[in-house]
């Protein structure tokens, strides 16, 4: 099990300003371990929800304190992968992870849960309990391509997501013919700004040079949303 606290800043930036601030990070921070040089890398998610969606329908009315159930690899091959507690109050974020085996994930899926209990994880055990209560199941696909930069002090960490795209009926993650709507116009990108407790004034320095507007985005509402 981890934990991970920080506070989540949101933003829609057009694709000309992403190129500019992209190649100024990337320059002043560090690129992410995972960045392909080419750009970034494949984010894969599958959400799960309630038989009445309630975290669709908590994010939509603004409720302040919310959650949300997902699996998640990265790039289209792996045999491990994240099951993730996303607990948000406002701006803050606690994020819970436990590692799954690839066939625990199949299992999950198919919503057989009972494989989540044999690895003794907290975090697990809380999704187990939830899952069986609330009756979560899996209701969509999300994909994007994801580069990302790093400072190590205060836990800084700014993300850029493009192609965001989903499929609603084929949620196997491991498909690697799936196939993809297209969710979010090609000009678009989300840039996240991700902290523990302040930003330095340098780095928000780098971004006076482009105008944006922070959004209360969410990936997941906008895949169950009408295109």
């Known amino acids: 099990m981890l934990k991970v606290k920080r506070q989540e800043l949101k933003f829609y930036v057009n694709y000309l300003d992403y190129i500019k601030l992209s190649t100024i990070l990337k320059a002043a921070l560090h690129p992410d371990k995972h960045n392909c040089p080419n750009g970034g890398y494949l984010v894969r998610s599958v959400y799960f929800d309630t038989l009445f969606d309630s975290a669709f329908y908590e994010k939509l009315e603004g409720i302040e304190k919310r959650k949300k159930y997902r699996l998640r690899i990265y790039g ?12 948000k109050l406002n701006n803050s974020i606690l994020k819970e992870t436990a590692i799954i085996k690839k066939e625990d ?14 690895y003794n ?22 994909d994007y391509e994801r580069e990302a930069y790093t ?3 205060n836990n800084i960490r700014i993300t850029f997501d493009k192609n965001l795209s989903r499929n609603t009926i084929n949620l196997n993650m491991f498909d690697q ?20 407790h302040y930003i330095p004034e ?26």
């Open 76 to 87: 289209k091959e792996n045999g491990l992968v994240k099951f993730e507690i996303k607990n």
């Open 177 to 196: 013919q799936i196939i993809k709507e297209r969710i979010l116009d090609q000009n678009l990108v989300i840039m996240e700004i991700k902290f523990e």
């Open 121 to 142: 994880d907290l975090t697990l055990n809380k999704i187990y309990c939830e899952f069986i209560k609330y009756k979560y199941h899996p209701v969509v696909l999300v």
């Open 151 to 153: 400072w190590p002090i």
């Open 105 to 118: 994930a199949l299992k999950v899926l198919n919503q057989e849960y009972d494989s989540l209990l044999s």
């Open 202 to 227: 340098w780095i928000t320095d780098i971004f006076r040079s482009v105008s944006f507007v922070n959004s209360a985005i969410s990936k997941y509402c906008i895949s169950r949303m009408e295109v």
